[in-house]
């Protein structure tokens, strides 16, 4: 009989990979939906697995709708990927992005401890935690330093499923991952908002790239090569936590330069802080520019991952490369911004 697995977020980014790979291998896949007027599934129809899909209705901050979910179903694995995931928001939404986050997931392994305990529990952490990072490449060991409501939630849903492990013996584990990207990555998240951004002005349809710190630096991996990190973590005989990264990490002005550079551009940086611009030598045209709106008020600098521990025991590492991966983000949103009615603005 086919494994019954649960993805909450299956419409995010991650929910649309991670639900074509569970396919893939066999699995009867149910993915959660909120009630929304908007379109939910242009990624799983990108990815071609729309169909395939077994929906059901979630929203995390209702208690009674994890707890029914759970104790009917009686999944095998369940990967809880849904969250309010945009760090910026979560200054604007803290108490929101708590409940969501962070208190969400005490309602899932408590649901599965009193309804359904052998189900195995795959939980979002993310490298924010690290925040202000306290050694230089951040492995399961380093100390959290969380810098945004979002960390702070993030930290606390962590720290439950580690604690339901010890104290119930639970198949829960936490999967610590850096920065991953694709085609399919939210417009808000950088990697995404310069593609397309840069895309768009190659087709006269913007005309400015506008951004915040250049100055950041993220580690950051293919969404298609950490989902395959989340499966291996659940099909291990014990649960335990690892962070999954790159090794490398790159800031965002060169990520910009990578960008455009793909798209045949040739930038030239004038001015410093809020003043710098970014100019295209071909054209002449000032083409990015800094828009302070876009700052946080407390940033994660520099994110850098040590993933020994899961190449070790569970054999994975990542395959796809930044400049590959810029290049699959820039080649798609230059389709989709020369056609701009299949583009999803
Ligand atoms: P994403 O694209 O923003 O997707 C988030 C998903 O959560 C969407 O399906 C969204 O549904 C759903 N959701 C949000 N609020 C909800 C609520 N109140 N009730 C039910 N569903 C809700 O995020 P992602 O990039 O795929 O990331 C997946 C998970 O990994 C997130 O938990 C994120 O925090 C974590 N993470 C991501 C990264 C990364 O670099 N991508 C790194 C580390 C950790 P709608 O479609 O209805 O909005
Ligand atoms: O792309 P970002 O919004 O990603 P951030 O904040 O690193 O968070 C992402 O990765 C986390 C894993 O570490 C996830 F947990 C989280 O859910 C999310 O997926 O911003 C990256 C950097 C920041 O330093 C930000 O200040 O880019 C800088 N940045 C500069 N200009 C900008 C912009 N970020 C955004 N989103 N938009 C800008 O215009």
Known sequence: MAKKVLVTGVTGQDGAYLSKLLLEKGYEVYGTKRRTSSEIAWRLEYLGVYKDIRFVDLELTEPHNIFNLVQKYQFDEIYNLAAQSFVRASFDQPLYTADVDGIAVARFVEAIRQTSPQTKFYQASTSEMFGKIQ????????????????????????????????????????????????PLR????????????????????????????????????????????MYLMLQQPKADDYVLATGETTSIRDFVILA???????????????????IDCKSGKTIIKINPVHYRPAEVDVLLGDSSKARKILGWKPKVGLEKLANMMVEADMKWAACIEQARY
């Open 135 to 182: 050694e230089e490449k951040q492995s399961e060991t380093t100390a959290f330093y969380p810098r945004s409501p979002y960390a702070v939630a993030k930290l606390y849903g962590h720290w439950i499923v580690v604690n339901y492990r010890e104290s119930y013996n639970m198949h829960a584990s936490s999967g610590i991952l850096f920065n991953h990207e694709s």
């Open 186 to 229: 939210g417009e808000e998240f950088v990697t995404r908002k310069i593609t397309k951004h840069l895309a768009e002005i190659h087709y006269g349809k913007r005309d400015i790239l506008e951004l915040g710190n250049m100055d950041s630096t993220r580690d950051w991996g293919f969404a298609g090569d950490y989902v395959e990190g």
């Open 260 to 278: 455009a550079k793909q798209i045949g551009f040739d930038i030239e940086w004038q001015g410093k802080a809020e003043n710098e611009i970014g």
